[in-house]
């Protein structure tokens, strides 16, 4: 059984830091695509980042300079660190990993969800 577990989200201070973690268990997931979304309640799920299997990112445009995405040598662990909070990044993140070869921006990507983590950010 595959399962997305994220940790790492809490309450934090504009400006702050946080570092979210996602570990993967139930197949390996090194040749597969493996990203960030974010919800608020009320709107679709946004995409956050994204990491291919060969360590290439893509990140959403209002995070650049602030987020960055990796994961470990083995692929089925993928982080987001988060610096330069702002109360507009508040949502629940989940971790997402794609079925197969496919790496973008689309949730439609990705097959297998976690359950989320919230992220508070206070002005």
């Known amino acids: 059984q595959v399962q997305l577990v994220e940790s790492g989200g809490g309450l934090v201070q504009a400006g702050g830091s946080l570092r979210l973690s996602c570990a993967a268990s139930?197949?390996?997931?090194?040749?597969?695509?493996m990203g960030w979304f974010r919800q608020t309640p009320g709107k679709e799920r946004e995409f956050v980042a994204a990491?291919?299997?060969?360590?290439?990112?893509t990140l959403y445009d209002s995070v650049k300079g602030r987020f960055t995405i990796a994961r470990d040598n083995a692929g089925n662990t993928v982080y987001l660190q988060m610096n330069l909070l702002k109360p507009e990044d508040t949502a629940v993140y989940y971790c997402a990993a794609s079925a197969d070869g496919k790496f973008g921006r689309w949730v439609g990507f990705y097959r297998y969800w976690g359950q989320g983590t919230q992220v508070t950010v206070s002005s």
């Open positions: 990491i291919d299997w060969f360590g290439g990112s």
């Open positions: 139930g197949r390996t997931f090194s040749r597969n695509a």
